[in-house]
T-cell receptor, first 114, second 117 residues
């Protein structure tokens, strides 16, 4: 298996622009997680899905952030409009019921909002 | 409220010696603990875990110890190798509680381990 695939790897945008981050989980995994990593706050869980349904979005910082999972093999995290304080590395991870809490992470998307 | 804390931002160790990374937690409901390792420009990768019913788990050079009364866990790496240089994250999860807690990990801030040749 190719593992969790995230795109793009790097994104540079200007304040006010819309940003869309993409994630393809490991085939057969039924849990998908979006995290944000910053120096100040470390790794924060933003939202997670089970069987394509959002279960907990309490970590989503503001209404500017939204996430979707239209099918089992694809998810997006959208920021609109983007702000400089959104600059961070965003990770997607997936897991299965059998492996419980062992999550498999993608390589991340480094977002810079100028 | 930081429920999982790694108080040492960095640790430097000589090759061949023991590395000890520490983690404290505050939520007594946590029942499963994990360590992840992260290299630059990569995502975190699972290293080793321990259930709250155990106090030790070993996997090769890596051993995790859990002290529930102190709400403390540690990762021992013996012997340390230069390839172990990475950021190490401690993570914890809560008992299944009707579905909303499953698989939800709370991470510490991470400790940068540098192993010198």
């Amino acid at each position: 298996d190719a593992g969790v695939i995230q795109s793009p790897r790097h994104e540079v945008t200007e304040m006010g622009q819309e940003v869309t981050l993409r994630c393809k989980p490991i085939s057969g995994h039924d849990y998908l997680f979006w995290y944000r990593q910053t120096m100040m706050r470390g790794l924060e869980l933003l939202i997670y899905f089970n069987n394509n349904v959002p279960i907990d979005d309490s970590g989503m910082p503001e209404d500017r952030f939204s996430a979707k999972m239209p099918n089992a093999s694809f998810s997006t995290l959208k920021i609109q409009p983007s702000e400089p304080r959104d600059s961070a590395v965003y990770f997607c991870a997936s897991s299965s019921l059998q492996t419980r809490d062992i999550q498999y992470f993608g390589a991340g998307t480094r977002l810079s909002v100028l | 409220d930081q429920q999982v804390k790694q108080n040492s931002p960095s640790l430097s160790v000589q090759e061949g010696r023991i590395s000890i990374l520490n983690c404290d937690y505050t939520n007594s409901m946590f029942d499963y603990f994990l360590w992840y390792k992260k290299y630059p420009a990569e995502g975190p990768t699972f290293l080793i875990s321990i259930s709250s019913i155990k106090d030790k788990n070993e996997d090769g050079r890596f051993t995790v110890f859990l002290n529930k009364s102190a709400k403390h866990l540690s990762l021992h790496i013996v012997p340390s190798q230069p390839g172990d240089s990475a950021v190490y994250f401690c993570a914890a999860s809560v008992l299944w509680a009707g579905g909303t807690s499953y698989g939800k990990l709370t991470f510490g801030q991470g400790t940068i381990l540098t192993v010198h040749p």
